[in-house]
């Protein structure tokens, strides 16, 4: 059989209830949606949901690969951007509670280095994150000690760390561990891509021969298409912020309702900011991508960001019933809003935007490009001031 004909014979055994569960939907999903993500999966998986069982196979269609999980662990402590799911980390926090794991970690680091990035911030996410126990140690990597550590386990990067083996009891850990260093033979595991923190600083590279050099941190520059979407401000300001965002994630949300009016006051209304909403629904909150769907149909009608503001006012309590009933509470014409939304009309779109973010090197949200420079996370206004003000330095402008 074609793949499409895969898909309407898993269609046609499965109830609605259970597509919905095998698709990870919300409740009220079209089932023209439900269908092109079904679509994605590869004829073997297909083949697997029509066997003579019925699978428990939730599809995570849009979950991150397992290195830009482990990115976002790492960066989360620094950025107040992405962190875990609050069920997960409430779980993480339980075990910890019930049985502490507690571990030796050796922070190996040029303590000559000034402009390196902090090896307690290592720290912050090995206790915050992972619930880990420490006992902490600092080693030079100049010294003989550091020489011996290099050396035994072959560490062409630092400033690094090395855990017991006890850290690997933590199942949270032992997941993405892979992606982010290795397990010796001793059992010890070493961290091996201190460049996840270059935007905190500098590290030092291992070369071949032996000699240590210093790989400065250039923070990128992308030109980041604002595509069509939702564009508040003066068209022609000469400062553009092409923001990743998603509707249930609490530092999109800290942003939305702390920062963004004051940015919004200082520099949209002033003509100097324009602001371009842009999807980055992630595969971990149900509703994400169908309230993005929801927010470009209020786009179609020309609401879309009092729609995002009342999204974002009620977000801890958000569900379908209640984003239908701020449409309505806004005004739109809701036989024109409600075709839009359950026939899936911009499903592709919302794809279109996670991937081009994808594509740019967002992890997390909020991610934020002014002019093509980078800040992630929900940080206080004067963070984006500084760069505002950089990108007019960069056009002989001034604020």
Known sequence: MTKRELVKEVISKYSKDE??????????????????????????????????????????IKALPIIALAAL???????????????????????????????????????SCSECYDVNINSEILRGQFGLKLTESYVDAGSDEGQELINKYKIT?????????????????????????SVESDGALVFRVPELFETEGNYQLVLPDGTVTEVEYVPPVVNASIDDD???????????????????????????????PELKTRFIDSGIVNIVFRDFPLGFHPLAHNISEAAECAHEQGFFWEFHDELFIEQESISETR?????????????????????????????????DGLDYGVTGTPTFFINGHLIVGALPIEEFENVINYALSELNLTN
Request: net charge negative; hydrophobic share 40%.
């Open 19 to 60: 597509l919905l569960e095998l698709t990870n939907s919300a409740p009220r999903t079209p089932l023209k949606v439900m269908k092109k993500k079904l679509l994605r999966l590869k004829t073997s998986e297909l083949e697997s949901l029509l066997g003579s069982q019925k699978l428990i196979y939730r599809l995570n």
């Open 73 to 111: 662990i790492m960066i989360s402590v620094l950025t107040q951007g992405f962190r875990f799911p609050q069920a997960a980390a409430d779980t993480n926090v339980g075990e910890s509670a019930s049985s502490t794991i507690n571990v030796m970690v050796t922070y190996l680091t040029d303590m």
């Open 157 to 181: 990067r630092y400033p690094t760390f090395i855990l017991s083996s006890d850290a690997m009891d933590s199942e949270l850990l032992s997941n993405v561990w892979a992606s982010v260093g």
């Open 230 to 260: 939702s564009l508040l401000g003066n068209e022609s300001a000469p400062v553009t912020i092409v923001m990743f965002s998603e509707f249930q994630c609490p530092f999109s949300g800290k942003f939305a309702n702390e920062v963004f």
């Open 323 to 355: 984003f239908i009933e701020l449409a309505n509470n806004l005004g739109l014409n809701m036989i024109q809003f409600t075709d839009c939304y359950e026939s899936g009309k911009y499903y592709d779109e919302v794809d279109n935007d996670l991937n």
